[in-house]
Nanobody
Framework: QVQLVESGGGLVQPGGSLRLSCAAS????????MGWYRQAPGKQRALVAI???????NYADSVKGRFTISRDNAKNTVNLQMDSLKPEDTAVYYC???????????????WGQGTQVTVSS
């Protein structure tokens, strides 16, 4: 079993900051890419930011310069620092990890349960 558990969501005023964290646990041999996605009401789930094991990052244009993704390979965690939040950032944020459960097993994607982020005055 593999679990991804997110934390850090909540209600924040426009211009404020939040930090999301995600920890992967269970039978894990190695984790490749980790990332954050979000889904707003009535919209499809969309990429926010991803980070490779080596630390290369990619961001959605809408969050560049405001959000920062980071990870700790030793702890199997990924974080998302969100600054200068806007109402349009309101969504459920999901953690994702591509990982192998064994040395000979293929890469599989796993999702967290999601954490709500609401940006409102």
């Amino acid at each position: 079993q593999v679990q991804l558990v997110e934390s850090g969501g909540g209600l924040v005023q426009p211009g404020g900051s939040l930090r999301l964290s995600c920890a992967a646990s269970g039978i894990i041999f190695s984790i490749n890419t980790m990332g954050w996605y979000r889904q707003a009401p009535g919209k499809q789930r969309a990429l926010v930011a991803i980070i490779t094991r080596g630390g290369n990052t990619n961001y959605a244009d809408s969050v560049k310069g405001r959000f920062t993704i980071s990870r700790d390979n030793a702890k199997n965690t990924v974080n998302l620092q969100m600054d200068s939040l806007k109402p349009e950032d309101t969504a459920v944020y999901y953690c994702n990890a591509e990982l192998r459960r064994g040395v000979l097993e293929r890469l599989q994607g796993y999702w967290g349960q999601g954490t709500q982020v609401t940006v409102s005055s």
